[in-house]
């Protein structure tokens, strides 16, 4: 099975960027379908983007626009370029993998990142 470790997130300022990693290890993440999702405590987790093999992306409608996802399969490895962050952004934000679309099984662990104006 593959382990996923998200890095990059923190405070930051409305109106500004982060971008978010997510480093796969024990399998090649060129295997898996990739995505990032966030949850406010108390929330649901929302889906926000997904990669799919061939590099084929999707957005939901509440970051289309601001949000890059990409993958870098030699370094196993996977981002989130996030900008123009506004406070509703604030959530953890959780990397995930898996072989089909719309069914991540793996999950990291989550990085925080909380947009202050």
């Known amino acids: 099975q593959v382990e996923l470790a998200e890095s990059g997130g923190g405070l930051v300022q409305t109106g500004g960027s982060l971008r978010l990693s997510c480093a796969a290890s024990g399998r090649p993440f060129s295997i898996y379908i990739g995505s990032w999702y966030r949850q406010v405590s108390g929330k649901d987790r929302e889906f926000l983007a997904r990669?799919?093999?061939?590099?084929?992306?999707k957005y939901s409608e509440a970051v289309k626009g601001r949000f890059t996802i990409s993958r870098d399969d030699a370094r196993n490895e996977m981002y989130l370029q996030m900008d123009n962050l506004e406070n509703e952004d604030t959530a953890r934000y959780y990397c995930a993998a898996g072989m089909l679309v719309g069914a991540p099984n793996y999950w990291g662990q989550g990085t925080q990142v909380t947009v202050s104006s």
């Open positions: 990669i799919e093999r061939g590099g084929n992306t």
